[in-house]
């Protein structure tokens, strides 16, 4: 078994190409190289320790350990202490060269502490045992098309399809373990030095961050997620991965398991509309590439989702050898949500491409030119029954939120018209902004809620249409959208925590059996319609009693179990983080306004 390891157990390091998860005791428990979505080596975090994982962690018991990030980086400082003394972990991965390292450095504080390194690689996560030896003073091991290197000052030795090593940390004394991948035809990569690729790693994620415009309210708070942001970002060509793993679950025991590892238009374009509030316009102008190369062809072909090098195919699978996180099965690589029609990513694209250019990038003809393109599809488009925000395996509907977005879709490009002199229909794009607005407070609403409904004809509620102010469709003071925050407040929070929605028992919603926890972001949007609503005090409370929920070193998951007070769902979550920005930076500005200060 597992053992009592929870989600919030680990820490997130990563070099903008793939990243890995430490638990806090010391094990790696999952990574994928040489990218996001790789298979993978360390799979130990959805079965067992067999299944692939890297220990380095003293020998003896642990009686407390401590860690963080060093201020302003992805570099993980781990204390443990023992009987025998106190012991440093330093881990991190540097920004990719020409191979991807994960460096892990152990430094004895006092004492003289025993440690032990068991490093079991299980490459196609978990399932295939890779062949070992000994090569140039390295440990070395292949399968298929995959290699891994290990390199450490400390004797190397197998023992029960594992590599080890053990060896006693003196105070001062700093021994470097440095695993790093490539591809298995090709020769050894050269050894780095793991203590300047710790230099410039930290210089690396400090110019980074100096970079960041944000100044105020939460800014270390809203500054950590931005950084986690960035780590999730594939620097080869600008996409952004909802999170960096798989399938681990919405519900302990539960079906909801999902791979996260690609690039949602939604998640991607929200975190750029976040990195663009904070300064960080290189990234938008990345994106904006990547985006022009992915959705290139039909725009009746666009996706909701794609790999991060713009791929299509993301064909799912379940890999019945893993047993899955405490048992939660199926495990699922790919993701079957890639073929569904989701409307709202039309305005959330167009979107992001608006405010990109408000932030000063540059205009781009061909950028304009798919707008172009994606409107004239929505056109006729935005009239159909779509699976929307939650990817629902149900029937379509005509969901309140996609319907809002299409909405969005059109004001922004009458905004491109009208503020940068874009040519286009601007009338038609009126007309059909007009329209479906009309439809929207019409049909949407609920006489028996008094709410704004989930789908037209409903009476169901979803969290989703706390967006309507945020987007700019309604005020958040208007009298119907009160009584929608009302609604949702009565009906769908647990512990003052807000639900997507309520799933059925009969799966008549979004197709699957209920059991989920609390969703995050939803959170996180009501905290940020109060502060819009003036309810600066209710939001304030409410977004610190989130904060609350962070893991030690500042990172959340997709959901969370308020009842047993645990995270839930892939992690670390960028869908998450971006509504933590939000609702920070929209209580600040609250607060600022408050004082007579207008806000930026």
Known sequence: MRGVSRIEDYALIGDLQTAALVNRTGSIDWCCFPRFDSGACFAALLGEPDHGRWLLAPAATVRRSTRRYR????????????????????????PRGAAPDIVRIVEGLDGNVRMRSELVIRFDFGKIVPWVRRVDHARVAIAGPDGLCLRSPVEIHGEEMTTVSEFVLGPGERIPFVLTWFPSHQDLPDAIDPELALSETEDYWHEWAGRCSHEGDYHEEIHQSLLLLKALTYGPTGGIVAAPTTSLPEWIGGVRNWDYRYCWLRDATLTLLAMLNAGYSDEAIAWRQWLLRAVAGDPDDVQIMYGIAGERRLDERVLDWLPGFEQSRPVRVGNAASEQIQLDVYGEVIDALYQTRRHGAPPDDNIWSLTGKLLEWLEDGWRREDAGIWEVRGPNRHFTHSKVMAWVAFDRAIRAHDEFGREGPVERWRELRDEIEAEVLTRAWSEQKQSYAQFYGSDELDASVLLMPLVGFLPATDERFVSTVEAIRRELTVNGLVLR?????????????????????????????????????????????????????????????????????????????????GAAMAIGEGRSMRQGTPSG
């Open 71 to 94: 201020h302003d980086t992805l570099i993980l400082e781990s204390v443990y202490e023992t009987d025998e003394g106190r012991v440093r972990a330093i881990e991190f991965m540097p």
């Open 501 to 581: 929605y309520v799933p059925r028992a009969d799966g008549g919603v979004d197709g699957l059996p209920p059991g989920e926890g609390v969703f995050l972001a939803c959170s996180f949007w009501l905290a940020e319609v109060l502060a819009r609503q003036g309810k600066l005090a209710e939001a304030r409370e409410l977004f610190e009693r989130l904060l609350g929920i962070r893991n030690d070193v500042g990172l959340l998951a997709e959901e969370y179990d308020p009842v047993a007070g645990r995270q839930l769902g892939n992690f670390p979550q960028a869908f998450t983080h971006l509504a933590l920005v």
